[in-house]
């Protein structure tokens, strides 16, 4: 039997569209969206959810963003402009970045995005440069390195004191910063932003982070009588991979993150927040396979079987970035009995370029189809040419129907901006 994939065959998908090649669901994507609106929008008042596109950001993807009624976390012009090509609402828009330049800030003010959030001080002066240019208020959020070391890779934790991002909690850097941002008449400053890390499996950094900043905000008030309106609590929310548990439904964090600035606004005297959240992954990585081909199959006496693959770490780079598992089976022997072992080798001049080691599979052989689950986020996003692979298409499946939302790249793309 072929592995069915939300009501396709994908056998199918494989001869249709040919492989490598990434297939989304947008039923498991809206399911998600209207989790959130369920059990956090709509259950708690004054509250705001983007959706953080660096996990996947297409035009496609930010079409059912919009419709959806959620915002969007960019990262760059070019996520930005991305979601500028198919009209997604600005004002829903939040800007990222360490490191934002001024063509990039420039797209940003001039397409009036709602909020942006600086990470420090030396891009606060360039913004309300550029906001006095235009003659513009720019609405802007602090990113605070909140101090909290959360437990996952450290690639991807990103709320430690050392952190390349954000504004310090020290005293004389943030409240210099706040005196800077509320003495500009360009500048609303609303409130603050965290982002402890990713793919996080319990809300421990979550609850750590906020009552860190509900201290700040505290102190704003008292201090600087400062008042914050918003508190962007970022995103984070781990999903199901090989190695980790089940994806935890999305009240478990919300919940917990509400009623604990619920209660610290009300004992510390301070206006309650509008509250934000901004998961990527959490919304988009189940909702995603890849099918590959396997090729050429080896074996030795007392070594390890590979079998190689037709993509790899061009288009998932996870496992040789941060020894990321993966769960993966035969499309064309999805019932067949596990009787093999093989290490799902990549395509690339690399011995990191392994994708799945010791997977567990019915014996297999030249031509059969290798799916990759929970490839929805980060996969496309961080795909790249490397050894000159094509990037593969997208299909995305809807209602049981699938199409085409980004086509195969070909040798001619690959090298035609090249002299
Ligand atoms: N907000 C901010 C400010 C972020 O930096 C991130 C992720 C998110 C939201 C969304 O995080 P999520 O909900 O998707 O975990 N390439 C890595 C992940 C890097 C995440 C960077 N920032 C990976 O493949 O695991």
Same mark, same amino acid.
């Given at each position: 039997?072929?592995?069915? %994939?939300?009501?396709?065959?994908?056998?199918?998908?494989?001869?249709?569209?040919?492989?490598?090649?990434?297939v989304?669901?947008?039923?498991?994507?809206?399911?998600?969206?209207?989790e959130?609106?369920?059990?956090?929008?709509?259950?708690?008042?004054?509250? *705001?959810?983007?959706?953080?596109?660096?996990? *996947?950001?297409?035009?496609?993807?930010?079409?059912?963003?919009?419709?959806?009624?959620?915002?969007?976390?960019?990262?760059?012009?070019?996520?930005? %402009?991305?979601?500028?090509?198919?009209? %997604?609402?600005?004002?829903?828009?939040?800007?990222?970045?360490?490191n934002?330049?001024?063509?990039?800030?420039?797209?940003?003010?001039?397409?009036? $995005?709602?909020?942006?959030?600086?990470?420090?001080?030396?891009?606060?002066e360039?913004?309300?440069?550029?906001?006095? !240019?235009?003659?513009?208020?720019?609405?802007?959020?602090?990113?605070?390195?909140?101090?909290?070391?959360?437990?996952?890779?450290?690639?991807?934790?990103?709320? @430690?004191?050392?952190?390349? %991002?954000?504004?310090? !909690? +020290?005293?004389?850097?943030?409240y210099?910063?706040?005196?800077?941002?509320?003495?500009?008449?360009f500048?609303? !400053?609303?409130? *603050?932003?965290?982002?402890?890390?990713?793919?996080?499996? +319990?809300?421990?950094?979550? !609850?750590?982070? =906020? =009552? &860190?900043?509900?201290?700040?905000?505290?102190?704003?008030?008292?201090?600087?009588?400062?008042?914050?309106?918003?508190?962007? $609590?970022g995103?984070?929310?781990? &999903?199901?991979?090989?190695?980790?548990?089940?994806?935890?439904?999305?009240?478990?964090?919300?919940?917990?993150?509400?009623?604990?600035?619920?209660?610290g606004?009300?004992?510390?005297?301070?206006?309650?927040?509008? $509250?934000?959240?901004?998961?990527?992954?959490?919304? $988009?990585?189940?909702?995603? &396979?890849?099918?590959?081909?396997?090729?050429? &199959?080896?074996?030795?006496?007392g070594?390890?079987?590979?079998?190689?693959?037709?993509?790899?770490?061009? @288009?998932?780079?996870?496992?040789?970035?941060?020894?990321?598992?993966y769960?993966?089976?035969?499309?064309?022997?999805?019932?067949?009995?596990?009787?093999?072992i093989?290490?799902?080798?990549?395509?690339?001049?690399?011995?990191?370029d392994?994708?799945?080691?010791?997977?567990?599979v019915?014996?297999?052989?030249?031509?059969?189809?290798? /799916?990759?689950?929970?490839?929805?986020?980060?996969n496309?996003?961080?795909?790249?040419?490397?050894?000159?692979?094509?990037?593969?298409? /997208?299909?995305?499946?809807?209602?049981?129907?699938?199409?085409?939302?980004?086509?195969?790249?070909s040798?001619?793309?690959?090298?035609?901006?090249?002299?």
């Open positions: 039997m072929n592995y069915n %994939f939300y009501g396709v065959d994908t056998v199918y998908l494989a001869k249709k569209y040919g492989t490598p090649l990434y989304m669901s947008e039923d498991y994507i809206i399911e998600r969206c209207e959130i609106k369920k059990d956090f929008l709509n259950k708690y008042e004054n509250t *705001f959810a983007v959706y953080a596109g660096k996990a *996947f950001n297409t035009k496609t993807m930010c079409r059912i963003i919009a419709k959806e009624g959620l915002g969007l976390d960019v990262v760059s012009g070019g996520e930005l %402009f991305t979601a500028l090509s198919v009209n %997604f609402p600005s004002q829903k828009i939040i800007f990222h970045g360490n934002k330049s001024l063509d990039e800030l420039t797209l940003a003010i001039d397409n009036n $995005v709602g909020r942006i959030v600086v990470d420090n001080i030396s891009e606060l360039q913004i309300i440069e550029l906001s006095k !240019l235009k003659s513009k208020i720019t609405k802007i959020l602090f990113r605070i390195t909140p101090g909290v070391d959360s437990h996952t890779h450290s690639y991807i934790s990103t709320g @430690d004191i050392n952190s390349k %991002f954000g504004i310090s !909690l +020290n005293e004389e850097i943030l210099k910063a706040i005196k800077i941002a509320t003495d500009s008449e500048i609303n !400053l609303a409130g *603050f932003h965290f982002h402890v890390g990713s793919q996080l499996d +319990n809300n421990d950094s979550h !609850l750590k982070a =906020t =009552t &860190i900043l509900l201290n700040t905000m505290q102190k704003a008030k008292n201090d600087l009588n400062f008042t914050t309106k918003e508190l962007n $609590v995103g984070g929310f781990g &999903i199901k991979y090989a190695d980790s548990n089940n994806r935890k439904n999305i009240s478990y964090f919300t919940d917990a993150i509400m009623e604990l600035i619920k209660t606004t009300n004992d510390k005297n301070l206006d309650m927040p509008l $509250v934000i959240i901004e998961p990527g992954r959490w919304i $988009v990585g189940e909702s995603g &396979i890849t099918i590959y081909e396997i090729g050429n &199959i080896k074996n030795a006496p070594l390890s079987t590979y079998a190689g693959i037709n993509g790899g770490m061009p @288009d998932n780079p996870r496992p040789a970035l941060y020894q990321a598992k769960e993966a089976l035969i499309a064309n022997k999805s019932n067949i009995e596990k009787n093999e093989v290490t799902i080798a990549g395509k690339c001049c690399e011995s990191g392994i994708l799945i080691k010791d997977l567990e019915p014996q297999v052989k030249k031509g059969d189809l290798l /799916v990759v689950k929970s490839t929805g986020a980060y496309y996003s961080m795909s790249n040419n490397y050894n000159k692979l094509p990037i593969p298409a /997208v299909v995305m499946i809807k209602n049981g129907e699938d199409r085409i939302i980004v086509k195969r790249q040798y001619e793309e690959m090298i035609n901006r090249e002299i």
